[in-house]
């Protein structure tokens, strides 16, 4: 199982970016996934998760409004679109998953919001 996240970088503040998750070695759309984020100093957090078909999908109360996750099963992909950044939203951010009793991670992709 692999997950291998891209699309972090430098924003200003009030900017947007897309967050990439390409997922391989196991049956995408069987899955639930869901991205963390993790900045310096504090525990991680869940952001957002989204069900297997991506009918269903939660925020944490502190990016609802500004980010939008989606899944694409054909491509084995799983996004997270951030708009309205703000500098509280700086850390890393990672891709999850349950697979066969087993709990996967990428290995992060840095966002910084900073002027």
């Known amino acids: 199982v692999q997950l291998v996240e891209s699309g972090g970088g430098l924003v200003q503040p009030g900017g947007s970016l897309r967050l990439s998750c390409a997922a391989s070695g196991f049956t995408f759309n069987s899955v639930a996934l869901r991205w963390y984020r993790q900045a310096p100093g504090k525990e991680r957090q869940l952001v957002a998760s989204?069900?297997?078909?991506?009918?269903?999908?939660t925020y944490a109360d502190s990016v609802k409004g500004r980010f939008t996750i989606s899944r694409d099963n054909a491509k084995n992909t799983v996004y997270l679109q951030m708009n309205s950044l703000k500098p509280e939203d700086t850390a890393v951010y990672y891709c999850?998953?349950?697979?066969?009793?087993?709990?996967?991670w990428g290995q992060g992709t840095q966002v910084t919001v900073s002027s």
């Open positions: 999850n998953t349950w697979f066969n009793k087993n709990m996967y």
């Open positions: 989204i069900s297997t078909t991506g009918y269903t999908t």
